[in-house]
């Protein structure tokens, strides 16, 4: 399964397909779709650009995401067209208020990605537990999150787990690293993962994944270049080149 992420921290000036509003990241979303995306991760903007947890931004986020997406014929084939987001601390560093946005919702994603090395990690997945939400347990190298979730005693309660290798390096160095920080992790077993990298180890990261039959995601929170280095016109071009082989 291919996930697309819309757009993560970047904005315009990183590219031009960068979606921003809810009805550009609700077009981004159904032509990633429509090209073979299964499902769909966005970080909800304010109009000032930020990146928000509040139900305010949330909210027409997932409205309008969803709506597009159920009119894209293609999803009824796909993996469901679920809707994730974060919770990062870049969105609200404080663990307790991360909490109090959580239960304000009204609106609620369908996954939700936590970043297990971040202050309040377990306060903010039991939060979204209590709900009804999925966790994606967000592992990356060259922290304590791998430690810390493998003693958690949440961990098994965690719909999947996302793999963040470092970068540099790229090429074969992003793949030989993503196998030595895979075959370190304590996973529950059979637990999915989605394994992913950034920039220059996006393209030789997710190839790896599709060989290792994980769950692999390409959109411009990874990268803004075609694997040839050519810029990206959108998410839906990132897609069909991931696909493409």
Known sequence: MLQVCLNGTRGPGDSASVPMS???????????????????????????????LSPRVLGPVLSSVRAAVAR??????????????TVAAAAEPDGGRRVERIRS??????????????????????????????????????????????????????????????YPPAGSGAEDASRSFLSGLE?????????????????????LALRLGLVARIGVEDTVLLPDGARAGSNAELVAAALAG
Not at 73 to 85: D, I, K, L
Not at 119 to 144: F, K, P, Y
């Open 187 to 207: 996973l529950p077993p059979g637990i999915p993962v989605l394994l992913h990298g950034e920039d220059g180890s996006a393209w030789p990261v997710l190839r």
């Open 72 to 85: 894209t014929a293609v999803v009824r084939t796909a993996a469901g067209g679920a809707v994730g987001v």
């Open 105 to 166: 919702w009204a609106l609620l994603p369908d996954l939700v990605s936590v970043d297990w090395h971040e202050s309040g990690a377990e306060e903010v997945a039991g939060a979204l537990l209590e709900r009804g939400i999925g966790v994606e347990a967000g592992l990356w190298a060259r922290t304590d999150g791998p430690e810390r979730f493998a003693r958690s005693p949440l961990a098994p309660r965690v719909r999947r787990v996302l793999v963040k290798v470092p």
């Open 22 to 52: 809810p009805e550009s990241l609700a077009e981004s979303a159904a032509r990633a779709v429509a090209a073979g995306a299964g499902e769909v991760r966005a970080h909800p903007r304010t109009p000032c650009g930020g990146t928000s």
